[in-house]
């Protein structure tokens, strides 16, 4: 089995850059990810750390402890989802999970190359929206810092605790006579 403990969010990237390729390839291997009705509700918006202009003006939409470490990722990127569906304009009532399965295929491609992707909530909406001009239907859900971890991360991994199986794993058998 994949050892799924070996991805992790850093709470310090090593200020490299990463080429726009290797950012592509990435998304690609994402867009595998299964969608209700294969709707593929889901966008990323990038800005590399090569491109100043663009990544400062992503990082001042992130919150201002979030922008403290994902100033030195190798790229910025937003997580955007169409909340109606393309065929018939009907709500989607599964965008925003669809856009997650993404984002979470994201991680593991990117781990694939060496990369780890760091997840936000804390970053402003509606200047998300202003910056990268959405129109109504699409929601911005992630921000996400992507680029390789620094030798010393802020927090160290001792953080990093998940619940017990019990607490999620429900096996249900057939009922006994
Ligand atoms: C939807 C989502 C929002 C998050 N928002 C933030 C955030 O704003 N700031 C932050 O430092 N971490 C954020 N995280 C990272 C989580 O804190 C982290 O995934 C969790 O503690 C588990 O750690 P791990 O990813 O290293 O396993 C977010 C993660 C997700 C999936």
Redesign the pocket.
């Known amino acids: 089995m994949i050892d799924l403990s070996v ?3 850093p ?1 310090a990237f090593d200020k490299s850059t990463v080429e726009e390729a290797e950012i592509e390839a990435i998304v690609r291997a994402a867009s595998w990810a299964p969608s209700a009705y294969n709707e593929q509700p889901w966008s990323f918006h990038v800005a590399l750390r090569q491109d100043q202009a663009a990544f400062e003006e992503f990082l001042k939409v992130l ?1 201002e ?2 922008q403290t ?1 994902a100033k030195d990722s190798s790229a910025l990127v937003f997580s955007v989802a169409r909340r109606e569906r393309r065929k018939d304009g009907q709500k989607n009532d599964y965008a925003f999970y669809d856009t ?1 399965q993404a984002v979470a295929h994201l991680s593991i491609a990117a781990l694939s190359v060496g990369l780890q992707l ?6 402003v909406p509606a200047q998300c929206r202003r910056l990268l001009k959405l129109e109504t239907g699409v929601d911005p859900v ?2 996400i810092a992507i680029g390789r971890p620094a030798h010393d991360q802020h927090f160290g991994m001792a ?2 605790t998940r619940k017990s199986i019990e607490e999620f794993f429900a096996m249900h058998r057939e009922a006994q006579p």
């Open positions: 991805r992790f969010s709470s919150s402890s979030n470490w997650g760091h997840q936000m909530q804390g970053f992630t921000a953080h990093r």
